[in-house]
């Protein structure tokens, strides 16, 4: 059983969060926000899809992240041409020590703490599908035989928006599987001079490990422990049945341009995020502010929107932000 | 430990004191819906008031302000007892203490099982609003719908100063008919004419005076008009009845003597006959009667003819007095014959009938002048201004209110003056009697006969006969369509009130029917 939630843990969990977010800076600059909410899901224990065009820093991003942890890393570059046993690995023959010759699990690159699915649309939906069940179940089936994953276990999904030629969209079963999307977005003069300052002389900064698999455990269990008021909940809940067009909470706009609402995950997620914002707002509770902050990277991936939005390029984030606008805090004063 | 409190503060005690301060917000709020509710009810009840003429403008006011301020006091009220949520209470702290729903949070997660980490969540909400005072919290606020209450209470000043009232005093007097100062001039009036009266000179005299004098006192005292109306009939109706039972005749001698206005040697006579002394009267008479026996007086051709004519318009106007009316009109046969010994001898025995009928006739004078009060009295409480056709002073009946017929305050005739049955077919003709006041005043009096000489000829059918007739042919006419059933009502009181007196004796038949009521 865990130890209970008390201020000393409190504070390790600030401290190591720290520690990981100033070490992730030495080698990223700027995207504070993407960090922050990068990290969020991971110590929330969800896997995060990183969008944006290439060249942004999402796969440096990741990989610096894996450098200050001393996780066990792996990289998977999807391709068209990439098949499903390449990633979770397969059957091979193998030689015993008695000459005669056996099957043996060879494990894929999916079997690491921390996985960088990069370029995730590129791969044909029955490859992407491959990672369903470990995203979900943390486990991996192979002839029968089911191999659990390491714990942590996190998928960190980057995609390209803008290059559709030869990608194939995610399936929304598998979009929902990812607690945060998050939009890397091109940086600004300052950070830009930070990039050319850092990457193109010749001392290249060093990421030190600062927190293992351990501390990492205790401050995933340190989020569970955070609790979460009726009201707090309900909030959440008002939001979630909000992107439903049918639910009495929808707002115009949720009923003229979305075709699908979040699932029961989405309010997990939100839930679960929104605990990790407390924590580091040093509360032991979730306020309603928690839940609006986490709310556009949690849910955004989970709306789908109908034609009419995608004609009149109407996205994710501003039906949320109409519906944030909406939806009343229960007991609101 | 209980996890709900730390320190000296609790969110128990927390919550206590919002909630106290949340009732009187309530309490404020409510109350203040509760005025523009009252001022919205006030300005009606005020204006009702005010236009149904209850009260003044002061009535007014004053019911509006008391629905106002029993709206209020009800809104206050319901405001102090409505429900208080917890958690919007603890949400308004949080805002205020800027705790980020900490305490919300605690308030709600108290009874959570895992103790120890609620007693984290609250010793940390608990640190963060304890210095918060709920006045922060909850900050009185004045509800946006109080400047709406002047609205109401500006509109029932605009209509009780712009608004009148009058219709309203119009149909409810706010003076007595008759006021006091014209209570006190008929009482005076009245008290003097009763002063002019005779001694008493028989118990029922006295009672009589009595009876008036009460009726003067009832004057001084302002009465109801109806009142003093009752106590003039029950008057007149106890006159009546003594004139019947004392066998007086309906005309008064005073007046009769009017008709001696020709003779000289009769001068003395008609003044005491003008003054009622009938004794004296008689006195002058049996003194002229004497004169003549003696030769003292010796008429020529013209005063024999002026004393026969006088003392025949004298006869007349006695008919109802058979015995003088007989030695009256031997008299005038005496003068006519120009035979002083017989005039001597005829005016004799008239000095006897009149001193033999001296008493009768003063009595009747008396019961005549006591009518003629308080027929007087009775005019001028009905404040006749004259204006009917009917008479020249005003009359008890005519009430101002011009002619009887259509639009008239009187009963008119209506379809039925269209009426065959009979001669009362003038439709603008005036239906009230003439009541003329028999009290002589101080001036000149001039008297009118209403029959004519000529018309002194008796009918040659019995009024009772010819009211037979009559009424059979209206009741025949009174059952057609054409006459309204109001009208057949009030015509058959009419020939009520002119049926012939089936007492009286057959002589009198051939009197003139009494006058339409």
Redesign the interface.
């Given at each position: 059983m865990p130890e209970e939630l008390s201020l000393e843990r409190i504070a390790e969990f600030k401290k190591g969060y720290s520690l990981l977010s100033a070490e992730i800076s030495k080698k990223i600059v700027g995207y504070r926000e993407v960090i922050d909410q990068v990290l969020t899901a991971m110590m929330a224990g969800g896997h995060v899809l990183l969008e944006g065009v290439p060249g942004l820093g999402k796969t440096l991003m990741v990989r610096t992240i894996a450098e200050a942890t001393q996780l066990l890393f792996h990289r998977i570059q999807f391709t068209p041409d990439l098949m499903p046993a390449d990633i979770t690995g397969t059957n091979i023959i193998h030689d015993d020590e008695h000459g005669g010759r056996v099957f043996r699990f060879q494990p894929g690159p999916i079997f690491a703490n921390l996985v960088l699915a990069d370029e995730i649309n590129r791969a044909t939906p029955k490859t992407q599908s491959a990672i369903l069940e470990a995203m979900q179940e943390r486990c991996v089936t192979v002839g029968g035989k089911t191999h659990p994953l390491p714990e942590p276990f996190w998928v960190l999904a980057t995609q390209n928006p803008i290059e559709m030629e030869g990608t194939y969209p995610l399936p929304e079963a598998q979009i929902d599987r990812f607690l945060f999307k998050i939009d890397v977005r091109p940086q600004g003069e300052e950070e830009l001079l930070g990039i050319i300052e850092r990457t193109t002389g010749d001392a290249a900064a060093e990421v030190k490990p600062v927190l293992d698999r351990e501390q990492i455990g205790r401050m995933q269990a340190t989020v569970r422990q955070v609790m979460v008021a009726e009201f707090v909940q309900r909030y959440a809940a008002r939001i979630a049945l909000g992107t439903h067009p049918e639910n009495t909470h929808a707002t115009p706009m949720t009923r003229q341009f979305v075709r699908y609402g979040v699932s029961p995950r989405g309010v997990q997620s939100l839930i679960l995020a929104a605990k990790v914002r407390a924590l580091l707002a040093d509360r032991y509770t979730v306020s309603c502010e928690d839940i609006r902050e986490v709310a556009r990277p949690a849910l955004r991936h989970r709306i789908i929107r109908n034609f009419e939005a995608e004609a009149e390029g109407i996205s994710s984030d501003r039906i949320l932000e109409s519906l944030l606008e909406s939806v009343a805090e229960p007991a609101a004063v | 430990m209980n996890p709900s409190k730390t320190g000296d503060v609790s969110v128990a005690a927390i919550l206590g004191a919002l909630r106290r301060r949340q009732r009187a917000l309530n309490a404020v709020r409510w109350s203040v819906y509760g005025l523009l509710a009252g001022a919205v009810a006030g300005c009606a009840v005020g204006a009702s008031v005010w236009l149904s003429g209850a009260g003044s403008v002061g009535t007014a006011l004053a019911a509006a302000i008391g629905v106002l301020a029993g709206f209020g006091l009800l809104g206050a009220i319901a405001g102090a007892a409505a429900p208080i949520?917890d958690?919007?209470l603890?949400?308004?702290l949080d805002?205020a203490a800027d705790a980020?729903?900490?305490f919300?949070?605690?308030v709600?997660?108290a009874d959570?099982p895992?103790r120890?980490?609620?007693e984290?969540?609250v010793s940390?909400a608990l640190a963060r609003v304890a210095a918060t005072p709920a006045e922060a919290a909850l900050p009185l606020r004045v509800p946006r719908a109080a400047r709406w209450i002047p609205v109401p209470l500006a509109a029932l000043a605009a209509i009780v100063l712009l608004v009148p009232q009058s219709r309203l005093e119009a149909a409810a007097p706010a003076t007595p008919e008759i006021s006091p100062d014209e209570w006190a001039a008929m009482h005076e009036d009245f008290a003097r004419q009763l002063a002019q009266l005779p001694q008493p000179q028989t118990p029922d005299e006295e009672d009589l005076l009595k009876d008036l004098q009460a009726l003067a006192d009832l004057l001084k005292q302002n009465p109801d008009k109806k009142d003093a109306l009752t106590e003039i009939a029950r008057l007149s109706e106890r006159l009546e009845r003594q004139r019947k039972a004392a066998g007086a005749q309906q005309r008064s001698m005073r007046s009769a003597a009017k008709a001696l206005s020709s003779s000289e040697a009769l001068k003395k006579f008609a003044s005491s006959l003008k003054q009622g002394a009938y004794t004296d009267a008689a006195g002058n008479l049996r003194q002229l009667s004497k004169d003549m026996q003696e030769g003292k007086l010796a008429p020529d051709a013209g005063e024999f003819e002026a004393i026969s004519e006088d003392l025949r318009r004298l006869a007349e106007e006695l008919a109802s007095e058979d015995e003088l009316q007989g030695a009256c009109e031997n008299a005038a046969d005496a003068a006519a014959s120009m035979n002083r010994e017989a005039l001597a001898e005829a005016l004799r025995r008239l000095a006897e009938q009149m001193e033999r009928n001296a008493d009768r006739m003063r009595q009747s004078d008396n019961l005549a002048r006591c009518r003629s009060m308080l027929d007087e009295l009775k005019r001028r409480m009905s404040q006749c201004t004259g204006q009917c056709k009917g008479c020249k002073d005003g009359c008890a009946q005519c009430e101002g209110g011009g002619a009887a017929g259509k639009g008239g305050r009187k009963p008119g005739w209506g379809s039925a003056a269209k009426w065959d049955g009979g001669s009362i077919t003038k439709s603008d003709e005036a239906r009230v009697p003439d009541v003329v006041s028999t009290f002589e005043g101080p001036g000149a009096s001039t008297s009118f006969p209403m029959i004519s000489p000529e018309e002194k000829a008796r009918s040659g059918r019995d009024y009772a006969e010819l009211y037979a007739e009559f009424v059979h042919k209206a009741e025949a006419d009174l059952d057609l369509e054409s006459v309204p059933v109001a009208y057949r009502d009030y015509l058959r009181r009419y020939f009520n009130a002119i049926r012939p007196d089936d007492s009286a004796p057959a002589a009198d038949n051939a009197e003139e029917p009494a006058p339409a009521p």
């Open positions: - | 949520n958690l919007r603890a949400r308004a805002r980020e729903d900490r919300a949070s605690a709600q997660l959570h895992r120890a980490r609620v984290l969540v940390d």
